[in-house]
């Protein structure tokens, strides 16, 4: 009787443990959610940056880019920005310095502040958030502290800035978020 229960304990043991191995190669969800994470932030209106031009301190310091998608930098007036990722804005400010204005110039741009996201609806804090990027739906709602008790998990309504209607996504792991997009997540219905 001893014995059995034993090899009754361990057969199941063995059947749980194998249900947790996985041998096989990256597949669906995950290769979705890599693919997005390498796609570079682009830059848009509202997004707040710190520029630093070495030796330049009368150039360095924050800027905000304008409504028409351009920053306005000493010396060279409006430098187009939206749509460029940090790096591409980098290169355009230095080559716009040394046409005439600085010999060789070094620069460097940190985002201060990205565009907030904000979401609604059955999360335990709803309100607006800083976007940071490569943000999930999933991250998102852990950014508001979680689902409130009345949560509908399967999916969510998403209205991205370059939209005017809301769309209902999965909730998963590869749904990404874009800065200023309007996240609600709804009840659930018994």
């Given at each position: 009787m001893k014995a059995s229960l034993i090899w009754a304990a361990t057969l199941a043991l063995v059947i749980a443990l194998s249900g947790c191995a996985s041998d096989g190669p990256i597949t669906g969800s995950t290769q979705a959610l890599q693919a997005a994470q390498a796609t570079p932030y682009k830059l848009s209106a509202g997004d707040?940056?710190?520029?630093?031009?070495?030796?330049?301190?009368?150039?360095?310091?924050?800027?905000?880019?304008?409504?028409?998608?351009?920053?306005?930098?000493?010396?060279?007036?409006?430098?187009?920005?939206?749509?460029?990722?940090?790096?591409q804005l980098q290169k355009s400010v230095a080559d716009s310095l040394s046409n005439r204005y600085v010999q060789n110039p070094r620069?460097?741009?940190?985002?201060?502040?990205?565009?907030?996201?904000?979401?609604?609806?059955?999360?335990?804090?709803?309100?607006?958030?800083?976007?940071?990027?490569?943000?999930?739906?999933?991250?998102?709602?852990?950014?508001?502290?979680?689902?409130?008790?009345?949560?509908?998990?399967?999916?969510?309504y998403i209205r991205h800035a370059r939209e005017a209607s809301e769309r209902q996504y999965p909730l998963s792991a590869t749904t990404m978020i874009e800065p200023g997009d309007t996240i609600r997540v709804t009840q659930r219905y018994f």
């Open positions: 707040k940056l710190h520029i630093v031009v070495f030796g330049e301190n009368n150039l360095s310091g924050d800027y905000t880019i304008t409504p028409e998608g351009t920053i306005g930098f000493p010396l060279v007036g409006d430098i187009p920005a939206a749509g460029l990722t940090i790096s620069v460097t741009i940190d985002a201060s502040s990205l565009r907030p996201f904000y979401i609604l609806g059955e999360v335990n804090k709803p309100g607006q958030y800083s976007y940071t990027p490569d943000l999930t739906a999933m991250a998102a709602v852990a950014t508001a502290q979680g689902f409130t008790y009345r949560a509908d998990m399967s999916y969510i």
